[in-house]
């Protein structure tokens, strides 16, 4: 819990519309909370918030004559508005917070902006219409008097903007309604339409800002004392009013049709380890989870949910969000779980798990989804009940970060008490998806205690140059910590494959989403465990104890590498140490001397991932040579595309390697594009057209398809390529090293025909560990402990580069 301070200073910031609000300001406490500007920082800056963010909170604490070790607390605004806008906000400031290890609390950008009207001198009836792209708004209605601005609303939504002028025009009160807000921009037509533009605030007073943010925390802070706000900044996240596009849609494809296709559910007996898969719930699993409920509650005081009752579930008339989530092995049901989001409380209405199955994380992951949606519809606690004999389910829920807080007599009976429990969203999970159960079980208190060192401690410390690196550039939150002799100290991985396999691929707004939520988490992780690695006591590494910082700067999905740019910038920042920026490419070319350290230019590199394909003359370290590159899809993707035509699942890459070991590759034959001398492009779309015409003819003719011989022979007809490339541009370039990098090295069989056809030719072939082939940050530490080294530094108005290369 944040300790409660008479005066604190505060340090604001805000970017999830064109204005870059910036704000320090001194707040006090009591009776009701003021506030003192000190500095400000407020500007439009459209498209440019990641560029000119940290720049501008250190020139408005210079401004205030202040440091970040002078500030009490920082303060962010958490939307609605751009989702790329707050997350950049919300993850710099996290950064910020967890490098200077100062309490980070979150605001509505909506109460900011209204705030900033009261400061203009507004009172009366105030309407903030927020630009929500898309042809929408969202809209919220405030009373303001001398006292400050009152919500007359719940919840932040949106509405398409025809909705709004609609809604504000039917008012009674509408001659009173005053009107802000940027969607004003926009859609100020449509409110003239309406005879609402009459009382528009002045246009400058349309975004939040600095010191709107302060007034609307201080308020509040000055009321409560800062009581129920932990001030710990893994804590604080957007203010979303709906899931994502896909996500949405799939809802609406699972609530409109009566039998979503749940016998392809599963997947071929072939594929065992890839079996479990979760998805959201439709009607027609209704039966089969009242079936699994009556088995799992046999014996209890729990009355199982009968198939009518989880029917009503999907009715169209239900009056607040529900979110369902079933697991499914092979077509067979095994787990439930859902709950209902009432004003900002996820309800918890019913988990069950088949008890052959239990003690495999699958309530862990169920509940992870339903709580995801929760927190992205605004919810911000979770509760339920469960019978208080019931010890497994207890311990669980204990574990996932909920506390008992009331008990209720009889409810399952007589005799059969139900205890009440409560938690903070998000719930304490594992970072591994793979991890059968939650590592901890209690929230900590912030801001966390320096550590205490000796002095020989803090020079082994300082000897050691240690380099923390974040990548975030597609579905894995990942952080390591390396010292300068190159020794992995820590290697942290947080995966989305859960969130993204239902889709058959990555959704860029889920993974985005799901960086900003568990970032601090990892970098935490990584902090411990590099300081179990390195025998101290006395507490975690602190980030002022590192040498610097690194991060991926691109290539990659531009939402996932805002997130983590962002984030770092704000953590070297505040924590004083250098900023490095690292190509994702160039960290794949390295994770190489994880392996062999000795290893040195020049040399042939073959990257094979899901993003990329591509053969590199790597002259020197730095200087490379792209030989050669993918006309269309690469490797990875038309891995995860041909396992989604035979309706394998995601990712495709795995699964089709587990079959392929028992297949013949030369059952079929499929065709080698671009196997010409001299030529290193690579062209694997005619491959997979040709794979899904194979499918399309044997199924028209009846034939049952062998599919460890497809896919073996699949993956012949690539990786022959890949090899004849690489041996062509060894023979040309008179290298005698290659290496190869990327997700798909981690194939046993590319590594394996490498290792033995190129080492007949006297080639030495180096491939990376399995688990520094799939995006990690190992890598990239790699690469940033090599530029601490040559003191190639970033500055911090470095943005993301999804678009960059070699």
């Known amino acids: 819990m944040a300790e409660r301070r008479d005066s604190m200073v505060v340090v604001a910031v805000d970017t999830s519309t064109d204005m870059l609000a910036c704000g320090v300001g001194r707040v006090t406490g009591a009776p009701e909370g003021g506030l003192e500007m000190l500095s400000s920082g407020d500007h439009l800056c459209r498209r440019h918030a990641n560029v000119e963010l940290v ?24 939307g609605p508005g751009s989702f790329t806008g707050v997350r950049i ?68 939504r949106v509405v398409k903007a025809a909705v709004a002028v609609a809604e504000w025009g039917e008012r009674p009160d509408a001659a009173e309604l005053q009107l802000t807000g940027d969607g004003l921009v926009r859609h100020g037509a449509l409110f003239e339409g309406a005879g609402l533009m009459a009382r528009a605030l002045d246009r400058e007073l349309w975004w939040s800002t600095g010191e709107g943010l302060l007034l609307a925390w201080a308020a509040s802070h000055g009321r409560t004392g800062g009581a129920g706000e932990d001030g710990d900044p893994a804590l604080v996240l957007p203010i979303y009013t709906r899931l994502s596009d896909a996500e949405e849609n799939e809802r609406k494809r699972l609530g409109l049709e009566q039998s979503p296709a749940s016998e392809v559910t599963g997947v071929a007996d072939e594929l065992a380890g890839r079996h479990l898969q979760l998805r959201p719930m439709g009607p027609a699993d209704a039966e089969a989870a009242s079936a699994l409920e009556q088995t799992c509650f046999e014996g209890s005081g729990h009355t199982a949910w009968t198939p009518s009752q989880f029917l009503s579930e999907f009715a169209a008339d239900v009056a607040v969000p529900r979110s369902w989530w079933v697991a499914h092995d092979d077509g067979e049901l ?210 002022g104890e590192l040498a610097a910082v690194g991060v991926t700067q691109g290539p990659g999905l531009v939402g996932a590498l805002v997130v983590g740019v962002a984030f770092a910038k704000g953590l070297a920042w505040a924590a004083g140490v250098p900023l490095i920026a690292v190509n994702h490419l160039e960290g794949h070319l390295y994770a190489n001397l994880l392996t062999t350290p000795d290893l040195k230019p020049p040399f042939i590199f073959t990257l094979v991932s899901g993003g990329h394909t591509m053969l590199v003359h790597v002259k020197a370290w730095g200087a490379y040579e792209v030989l050669g590159e993918t006309l269309d899809d690469a490797v990875g993707e038309a891995f995860d595309k041909v396992a989604k035509a035979l309706g394998l699942g995601y990712p495709g890459g795995p699964i089709i390697s587990r079959l392929a070991e028992t297949g013949n590759p030369h059952a079929i034959e499929f065709p080698r594009a671009l196997n010409r001398k001299g030529d290193y492009r690579f062209s694997l779309s005619g491959l997979k057209t040709a794979v899904v015409t194979y499918i399309e003819q044997e199924t028209a003719a009846g034939r049952a398809i062998h599919l460890p011989d497809l896919a073996a022979s699949f993956e012949a007809a690539v ?88």
């Not at 903030?128 to 919220?140: L, S, T, W």
């Not at 995801?372 to 339920?384: E, F, H, K």
Request: aromatic share 4%.
């Open 55 to 78: 720049n501008t909170v250190d020139a408005a604490l210079k401004g205030a004559a202040l440091t970040i070790d002078d500030v009490d607390a920082l303060l962010v605004g958490r």
């Open 719 to 806: 990786f022959d390529v890949q090899y004849k490339k690489a041996r062509n541009a060894l023979r040309e370039t008179g290298a005698r090293e290659y290496c190869i990098g990327g997700g798909v090295a981690a194939n046993p069989h590319l590594r394996a025909m490498m290792i033995k056809k190129l080492g007949r030719q006297g080639i030495r072939v180096t491939v990376p560990p399995q688990n520094a082939c799939t995006d990690n940050a190992a890598m990239i530490a790699e690469v940033a402990r090599r530029k601490l080294a040559e003191g190639d530094f970033a500055c911090f108005d470095i943005d993301a580069d999804p678009n960059m290369t070699l």
């Open 334 to 543: 095994v787990g439930v779980a859902g709950g209902m989001m009432v004003e900002h409380d996820l309800q918890v209405l019913d988990v069950a798990v088949a008890p052959s199955r239990r003690r495999e994380g699958i309530a862990r992951k169920l509940l992870s989804h339903v709580s995801y949606d929760a927190q992205m519809l605004g919810c911000t606690t979770a509760s339920l009940e469960v019978e208080a004999e019931n010890e497994p389910a207890r311990l669980l829920y204990e574990a996932l970060g909920f506390a008992r807080v009331g008990v209720r007599r009889g409810y399952y009976g007589a005799g059969r008490d139900a205890l009440i429990m409560s938690a903070q969203l998000p719930l304490v999970l594992p970072l591994d998806a793979s991890s059968p159960e939650p590592t901890a079980a209690s929230r900590r208190a912030w801001p966390l205690p320096a550590p205490r060192r000796t002095d020989e401690e803090r020079s082994e410390i300082a000897s050691r140059r240690l380099v923390l690196a974040i990548e975030s550039s597609c579905d894995e939150t990942a952080v390591a910590i390396i010292d300068a002799e190159g020794n992995l100290l820590a290697n942290q991985v947080s995966t989305q494959i859960d969130f993204h396999a239902r889709f058959g691929g990555v959704v860029p707004e889920i993974a985005s989403r799901k960086h900003v939520e568990v970032i601090v988490g990892v970098v935490d992780a990584a902090l411990e465990e590099a300081t179990s690695a390195l025998g101290l006591g006395g507490g975690a590494l602190a980030p």
């Open 89 to 156: 906000g919300i993850s710099t400031a996290k950064g910020m917070a967890r490098g200077a290890g100062h309490p980070l609390f979150g605001v509505s950008t909506l109460d900011a902006t209204a705030w900033t009207a009261w400061r203009a001198g507004t009172r009366g009836l105030l309407g903030v219409a927020a630009d929500a792209m898309r042809g929408e708004v969202y809209p919220a209605v405030y009373r303001l008097d001398d006292a400050g601005a009152h919500r007359l609303f719940d919840r932040e």
